[in-house]
Nanobody, 116 residues
Framework: QVQVVESGGGLVQPGGSLRLSCAAS????????MGWYRQAPGKQRELVAA???????NYADSVKGRFTISGDSAKNTVYLQMNSLEIEDTAVYYC??????????WGQGTQVTVSS
């Protein structure tokens, strides 16, 4: 049984910080890429950040310099440290775990609301 469990979302003021966590279990393949996506109301889901098993990271232009993705392979966990949050960062954030040679698994999503 596969579980992808996210946590860390919440309400924060502009300029604040949040740290999202995503823990995966039950995946019968070595993980290739872990990533965070987000979907704001009326918009398509977009990639926010991703990290490969080798530690290579990729960020959306809109979050570069503000967000940091990291992973703990021993725990099959990926984190997203979000600093200098902006109102435009408000969205449901989804974790995606992509194993080698298998489909990706999605978390249930966690709401991040940036508002004054």
């Amino acid at each position: 049984q596969v579980q992808v469990v996210e946590s860390g979302g919440g309400l924060v003021q502009p300029g604040g910080s949040l740290r999202l966590s995503c823990a995966a279990s039950g995946i019968g393949f070595r993980i290739n890429v872990m990533g965070w996506y987000r979907q704001a109301p009326g918009k398509q889901r977009e990639l926010v950040a991703a990290i490969t098993s080798g530690g290579i990271t990729n960020y959306a232009d809109s979050v570069k310099g503000r967000f940091t993705i990291s992973g703990d392979s021993a725990k099959n966990t990926v984190y997203l440290q979000m600093n200098s949050l902006e109102i435009e960062d408000t969205a449901v954030y989804y974790c995606n775990i992509l194993p080698y040679g298998a489909k990706g698994y999605w978390g249930q999503g966690t709401q991040v609301t940036v508002s004054s």
